[in-house]
T-cell receptor, first 111, second 109 residues
Framework: GAGVSQSPSNKVTEKGKDVELRCDPI?????LYWYRQRLGQGLEFLIY????????KSGLPSDRFSAERTGESVSTLTIQRTQQEDSAVYLC?????????FGQGTRLTVV | GQNIDQPTEMTATEGAIVQINCTYQ??????LFWYQQHAGEAPTFLSY????GLEEKGRFSSFLSRSKGYSYLLLKELQMKDSASYLC??????????FGPGTRLSVLP
């Protein structure tokens, strides 16, 4: 595709429900990143996939968070038993060489 | 540990020059990046430095000193549309990007 695509763009969920966020990276990009950005704050690293290597999960804040990636294509970020503190914009980025290209993000609101 | 520092906010006048500083301490270094992020939008790539020195790209320039763990982004001939957050990020040996807190720049008429 032309750019990184994320869906849904907005998600409102009730506390305790599970949510799944999707990221379609730029075709051919081997690296894929997930970040979280709370209102007025910087980007917080969550997880990084590089090709078929084991992902770097060091940024996941708790075991309620998990992510998968199929080969070098789509990735899904799953948050189980959502809490109000999970409310944020979840940004996905992909990269082939140097710079990372970001999607528009999914704005998650937990009520 | 990993730490990236930037000023929280800066204000400048249209047509002026502004320098946004970034200092970093990270587990390995594999490049320093600057991104621009307008409110409610995704970050967009501005510049990349991996060697010491100045990289110029139109009105924007970025400088790197690896020995000092220091970079700056220089914006010339400021325009109102340059009002945004500017994010400094370091790519470490694990190839992950670690972002600073961002500097919110306000350009005044």
């Amino acid at each position: 595709g032309a750019g990184v695509s994320q869906s849904p763009s907005n998600k409102v969920t009730e506390k305790g429900k599970d949510v799944e966020l999707r990221c379609d990276p730029i075709s051919g990009h081997t690296a894929l990143y997930w970040y979280r950005q709370r209102l007025g704050q910087g980007l917080e690293f969550l997880i990084y996939f590089q090709g078929n290597s084991a992902p770097d999960k060091s940024g996941l804040p708790s075991d309620r968070f998990s992510a998968e990636r199929t080969g070098e294509s789509v990735s899904t970020l799953t948050i189980q038993r959502t809490q109000q503190e999970d409310s944020a914009v979840y940004l996905c980025a992909s990269s082939l060489d140097h710079e990372a290209f970001f999607g528009q993000g999914t704005r998650l609101t937990v009520v | 540990g990993q730490n990236i520092d930037q000023p929280t906010e800066m204000t400048a006048t249209e047509g002026a020059i502004v320098q946004i500083n970034c200092t970093y301490q990270t587990s390995g270094f594999n490049g320093l990046f600057w991104y621009q992020q307008h409110a409610g939008e995704a970050p967009t790539f501005l510049s990349y430095n991996v060697l010491d020195g100045l990289e110029e790209k139109g009105r924007f320039s970025s400088f790197l000193s690896r020995s000092k763990g220091y970079s700056y982004l220089l914006l010339k001939e400021l325009q109102m549309k340059d009002s945004a957050s500017y994010l400094c990020a370091v790519r470490n040996y694990g190839q992950n990007f670690v972002f600073g807190p961002g500097t919110r720049l306000s350009v005044l008429p």
